[in-house]
């Protein structure tokens, strides 16, 4: 079945620095999704990607969809304390089903 | 517009207890899933409904787990009975029935099992 891989596992980032988290799938994905989940709290739909090699920009997040639609990644510029949690990605498929990944869990120094 | 409401939010129970979690969706989204969220990992799909029906439940363990949407809204789902393993946090998510789905997800229950 659709395995879909996250890394890295945690992200320990200076306040104010760059960072970049990825993911894979083991089969070509009909769309992509990123979720939030802050500490104690549930997951939140940040966006979805749809077409082979989109980029999407909010604020300063920026993600992008892979041109085989296998891979996808989110990069955060300028990290903030608010930026603190757990990012998971989720493909689609045609199936309507959607494999989360295991996260990437954000940690913010001051 | 009211998001997805999960009750209760924490259970505690011992083993060999049933269980059982309540699920309202965002009005007028079709789809709805459960899914079980370990500690450190990404929700995993239980079972989704498109209405009433059942559409996948391939992942939900139906020795101990059963679930039920009867009028196409509401959902509720049970464990008969609870092993430790199965503590966790249930989340219930809802959709509007796209195949491209975004998920609303509830706050979710916490279940410890003792």
């Known amino acids: 079945g659709q395995q879909v891989m996250q890394i890295p596992q945690y992200q320990h980032v200076q306040e104010g620095e760059d960072f970049t988290t990825y993911c894979n799938s083991s089969?070509?994905?009909?769309?992509i999704q990123w979720y939030k989940q802050r500490p104690g709290g549930h997951p939140v739909f940040l966006i979805q990607?749809?077409?082979?090699?989109e980029v999407k920009k909010q604020k300063r997040l920026t993600f992008q969809f892979g041109e085989a639609k296998k891979n996808s990644s989110l990069h955060i510029t300028a990290t903030q304390t608010t930026d603190v949690g757990t990012y998971f990605c989720?493909?689609?498929?045609?199936?309507?089903?959607?494999?989360f990944g295991a996260g990437t869990t954000v940690t913010v120094r001051a | 517009e009211a998001g997805v409401v999960q009750s209760p939010r924490y259970k505690i129970i011992e083993k060999k207890q049933p269980v059982a979690f309540w699920c309202n969706p965002i009005?007028?989204?079709?789809?709805l899933y459960w899914y079980l969220q370990n500690l450190g990992q990404g929700p995993e799909l239980l079972i989704r409904?498109?209405?009433?029906?059942?559409?996948?439940d391939s992942q939900l363990p139906k020795d101990r787990f059963s679930a039920e949407r009867l009028k196409g809204v509401d959902s509720t789902l049970k464990i008969q009975p609870a092993e430790l393993g199965d503590s966790a946090v249930y989340l219930c998510?809802?959709?509007?029935?796209?195949?491209?789905?975004?998920?609303?997800f509830g706050p979710g229950t916490r279940l410890t099992v003792l």
């Open positions: 089969t070509t994905l009909s769309n």
């Open positions: 998510a809802s959709g509007e029935g796209l195949h491209t789905d975004t998920q609303y």
């Open positions: 990607l749809v077409k082979s090699g």
């Open positions: 009005s007028g989204h079709n789809t």
């Open positions: 989720a493909g689609g498929s045609n199936d309507y089903k959607l494999s």
């Open positions: 409904y498109e209405n009433e029906e059942a559409v996948d």
